[in-house]
Nanobody, 120 residues
Framework: QVQVVESGGGLVQPGESLRLSCVAS????????MGWHRQAPGKTRELVAL???????KYVDFAKGRFTMSRDSAKNTAYLQMDSLKPEDTGVYYC??????????????WGQGTQVTVSS
């Protein structure tokens, strides 16, 4: 069984930075994609950034220029460096991982999320 755990959230002031981490563990044969999503209070979950195997990360408009996603394939880990944070970036940030697990079964797993609060 594959598990996904996010970390790195916290309370910061506007303009500051945070670095989130996402680690996938368990029996993993290969990962197709890792993605960061967020859900602000009272809003639906939305995509922030996504990296597919063998491709460069892709970002939604609000993340371009401020957020940088990277991936360490050897560690089944993804990072989200968030700079120049704004109050509207507040929310729970989730990591989603899909790939192939044991016995070549497909998996698509979400983590529990990490809270990011941007406030003065």
């Amino acid at each position: 069984q594959v598990q996904v755990v996010e970390s790195g959230g916290g309370l910061v002031q506007p303009g500051e930075s945070l670095r989130l981490s996402c680690v996938a563990s368990g029996t993993i044969t290969g990962i197709y994609s890792m993605g960061w999503h967020r859900q602000a209070p009272g809003k639906t979950r939305e995509l922030v950034a996504l990296v597919r195997h063998g491709e460069d990360p892709k970002y939604v408009d609000f993340a371009k220029g401020r957020f940088t996603m990277s991936r360490d394939s050897a560690k089944n880990t993804a990072y989200l460096q968030m700079d120049s944070l704004k109050p509207e970036d507040t929310g729970v940030y989730y990591c989603n991982v899909d790939g192939i697990g044991s016995d070549y079964q497909l998996f698509d797993v979400w983590g529990q999320g990490t809270q990011v609060t941007v406030s003065s």
